[in-house]
């Protein structure tokens, strides 16, 4: 049960993408520096040796443009950098490059639901900065926290982000955390970023106050250090709870940034928040201005793929749930495996209920990717085929699906190993195994045939043995039938 504040909350959300560049934003350097050795995948640029000038790397541009007109947002055909001056161990240069008043687009919005109530959130503006490395505190056992002194690792610097900042119309944490979980799925859409909390390829920033009695905004606590969109929902639940509880007891909130502490499940203060005056921005003048033309605008525009919310509208074509089209577009790759399959001729429905349930368990047992399961569209249409086709039961297609996925075997031989073959066991055939069955159970056969199954418990214990003995392959009507028939 979530905390219910007595006072209107009111959150405004900075989100710091990762942007997928092969480079850093001013330099050759890799963006990959996970795992590396520290202070391997840097440069005099990303060190900021005297002397050295930067130079904007166009996929950044392109890729932050692109983020931008997925929020609805208008590319500036003009904008620059500036310096934004702090002092902190990580920030090689003292200042990091960042974009401030213009700004490489503008306005925009991002459409939610949460508490199954539709909400807009405006986007006030995205920009581009550079990332600042990271401080260790390795200990001798080699945990990288924990010792008492810091080093720093300057690998992530230079890193291009794409800092999205929402306008404070968010009005709930159950609505940051949706907002957040959209946004992610858009830059995954827009192959932006791999948005992913846990390794810091995106993070939030919350700014939340609650409203006084009159209407006017209160004071805003800047709450960071939110590692997953749980982690986010829950820091900002804390915080509204403590915020209420400072104001009832005739307290004051200050204005300053609190750490989200997920293990202890608190906030606390780091620092006082700076304003923009405390950060002296001053423009890049090593930098040349970033200007897009109208062409490059039009070729954005066109290169844009199908974006969620588009695709979600048309799955509801699918005769699918709300839920069931929610679940089968969180992923681009989700979606597109299962529009393959529909394609190869699986009835959309059931191959819907297939993916959502079947493919996602069996994902979830291997901790893989849609991207690495081994089961080809086609071969679960033709498995849903047979299914529906009666051809097979269920639960032999789901050990069929779960076979095949784990090993690479082609579906003939998957088949094999259940036991199971395709078509159904009717008729003569089925008429054998059902003497079959009542010849080895004679008590039984007696004691229905003498009246004595009242509850008729007998008669479906071995209308169980033939389904068994058939994994399923026979029909439920008819075998009733024929054991009644045999049973008089
Ligand atoms: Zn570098």
């Given at each position: 049960?979530?905390?219910?504040?007595?006072?209107?909350?009111?959150?405004?959300?900075?989100?710091?993408?990762?942007?997928?560049?092969?480079?850093?934003l001013f330099c050759p350097c890799s963006t990959d520096y996970i795992?590396?050795?520290?202070?391997?995948?840097?440069?005099?640029?990303?060190?900021?040796?005297?002397?050295?000038?930067?130079?904007?790397?166009?996929?950044?541009?392109?890729?932050?443009?692109?983020?931008?007109?997925?929020?609805?947002?208008?590319?500036?055909?003009?904008?620059?950098?500036?310096?934004?001056?702090?002092?902190?161990?990580?920030?090689?240069?003292?200042?990091?490059?960042?974009?401030?008043g213009l700004t490489i687009t503008v306005g925009g919005y991002l459409d939610i639901e949460a508490d199954g109530k539709p909400k807009r959130v405006r986007i006030h503006h995205l920009h581009l900065e550079e990332d600042a490395g990271k401080l260790v505190h390795p200990t001798a056992d080699g945990r990288l926290t924990g010792a008492s002194y810091s080093l720093v690792d300057y690998n992530r610097g230079g890193v291009p982000l794409s800092e999205i900042v929402s306008e404070p119309d968010i009005s709930s944490p159950a609505e940051a955390k949706e907002y957040v979980a959209r946004l992610r799925q858009l830059a995954r859409y827009l192959d932006v970023s791999d948005g992913e909390m846990e390794s810091g390829s995106l993070r939030v920033d919350a700014n939340i106050s609650l409203s006084n009695p009159g209407g006017s905004l209160g004071t805003r606590v800047e709450i960071k250090n939110m590692n997953s969109l749980k982690a986010l929902e829950r820091a900002l639940e804390y915080e509204t709870e403590r915020q209420n509880k400072v104001l009832d007891s005739g307290g004051r909130i200050v204005q300053e940034t609190r750490l989200w502490d997920d293990a202890e499940s608190v906030t606390r203060s780091m620092r006082n928040k700076e304003t923009a005056s405390d950060y002296r921005y001053y423009p890049e003048m090593d930098l040349a201005p970033i200007v897009i033309t109208d062409e490059q605008i039009e070729e954005f525009k066109k290169s844009m793929?199908?974006?969620?919310?588009?695709?979600?509208?048309?799955?509801?074509?699918?005769?699918?749930?709300?839920?069931?089209?929610?679940?089968?577009?969180?992923?681009?790759?989700?979606?597109?495996?299962?529009?393959?399959?529909?394609?190869?001729?699986?009835?959309?429905?059931?191959?819907?209920?297939?993916?959502?349930?079947?493919?996602l368990r069996v994902l979830n047992e291997l901790s893989r990717d849609?991207?690495?399961f081994k089961v080809k569209p086609e071969t679960l249409a033709e498995l849903v085929k047979y299914v529906e086709a009666k051809e097979l039961s269920g639960t032999v297609g789901k050990e069929i699906l779960d076979i095949l996925?784990?090993?690479?075997?082609?579906?003939?031989?998957a088949l094999k190993r259940t036991g199971a073959r395709t078509g159904r066991l009717t008729g003569g055939a089925l008429e054998t195994l059902i003497d079959r069955i009542m010849s080895a159970n004679p008590d039984l056969v007696e004691a229905i045939k003498s009246g004595r199954d009242k509850k008729g418990g007998k008669l479906k214990f071995l209308q169980g043995q033939v389904m068994k003995e058939t994994k399923g392959q026979a029909d439920p009507r008819e075998t009733a039938s024929l054991l009644s028939e045999k049973l008089v």
């Open positions: 049960m979530s905390y219910v504040s007595s006072r209107p909350v009111v959150i405004g959300l900075e989100v710091h993408i990762q942007l997928n560049t092969r480079s850093k795992g590396k050795t520290p202070n391997t995948n840097v440069c005099p640029i990303c060190l900021a040796v005297p002397g050295t000038l930067p130079l904007v790397n166009d996929s950044a541009v392109a890729l932050g443009s692109r983020m931008g007109l997925g929020l609805r947002g208008e590319i500036q055909k003009y904008s620059n950098f500036h310096r934004k001056n702090y002092f902190y161990p990580d920030l090689a240069k003292a200042y990091q490059i960042t974009q401030y793929p199908e974006l969620p919310w588009e695709k979600r509208a048309r799955f509801a074509g699918y005769g699918l749930s709300k839920e069931e089209t929610a679940i089968l577009t969180e992923r681009k790759e989700l979606a597109e495996y299962y529009e393959a399959v529909v394609s190869f001729g699986a009835p959309p429905a059931r191959a819907a209920n297939w993916v959502r349930m079947d493919v849609i991207r690495e996925a784990r090993e690479d075997v082609p579906f003939d031989e």
